[in-house]
């Protein structure tokens, strides 16, 4: 497949995120991928994101799901992965956290054959970012993870991943917050598929400017990893 062969489908969960959902879409609507289908699924937000995805962002993407009770972001992934009909789909966040001008990072080794799934590594190869604490337990939970998967990760939570649609539409997701991440990447691991792991960039936001991740999702994902072990 060349840049022309395939479509992406990008897949935006978004949960009160009206300070960057407009900034995030043209980036996404700017990344350097021919053919895009982006999907932007609001877990009913309260902060008036919905109101600014009807009437700004809409016209400007494929689909803006609105879910009637918030389901978290395994939730909204679980219907925007529903919804993909590209040949190759990868997560998007709403924040301004990762860069979508890094999508052929990600997206070409499954383009090219190289793996059927694509993880963008916020530690390979460079110095971590971020709160300390935040950077430990991912690094311990991408071990404990590693452990039960028989994968090689450096940054299961990352939020890069990137698949070939027909794996993913497969993966039965339970998980409706950042559990997630263990699951995705356990039943995955379980499918015998070729997973590949490149380094990307990273600009973390703080908590004051909306980071959601709580040690109670730390304490979920180590139970999602012993859950999930056999896929």
């Not at 919804?83 to 924040?95: F, L």
């Not at 699951?183 to 997973?195: D, L």
Request: charged share 30%; net charge positive; aromatic share 8%.
């Amino acid at each position: 497949m060349n840049q022309k062969d395939f479509t992406l489908s990008i897949v935006i969960p978004c949960y009160n995120e009206k300070d960057s959902i407009h900034t995030i879409v043209e980036k996404v609507l700017a990344a350097p991928v021919a053919n895009k289908e982006i999907i932007v699924v609001d877990d009913k937000s309260t902060d008036g994101t919905g109101e600014i995805l009807d009437r700004e962002i809409a016209p400007l993407v494929s689909k803006v799901i609105h879910h009637e009770a918030n389901q978290g972001k395994g939730g909204a992934l679980r219907t925007g992965f529903r919804e993909a009909t590209g040949d190759i789909v990868i997560i998007q966040d709403a924040d301004l956290e990762y860069d979508p001008n890094e999508y052929p990072k990600v997206v070409t080794p499954v383009v090219n054959g190289e793996c059927d799934v694509c993880y963008g590594s916020r530690f390979l190869g460079q110095a971590a970012k971020g709160y300390k604490a935040n950077q430990l337990a991912n690094r311990f939970l991408t071990k404990l993870s590693n452990l039960f998967t028989g994968l090689k990760l450096t940054d299961m939570e990352t939020c890069y991943k990137c698949f070939r649609r027909e794996i993913i539409q497969k993966v039965d997701i339970r998980e409706n917050r950042f559990g997630f991440e263990p699951e995705i990447t356990a039943k995955v691991a379980r499918m015998g598929v070729r997973v590949k792991e490149v380094p990307i960039s990273y600009y973390p936001r703080t908590n004051e400017e909306g980071k959601k991740i709580g040690y109670k999702d730390g304490l979920r994902a180590i139970y999602c990893i012993w859950k999930y072990r056999r896929g």
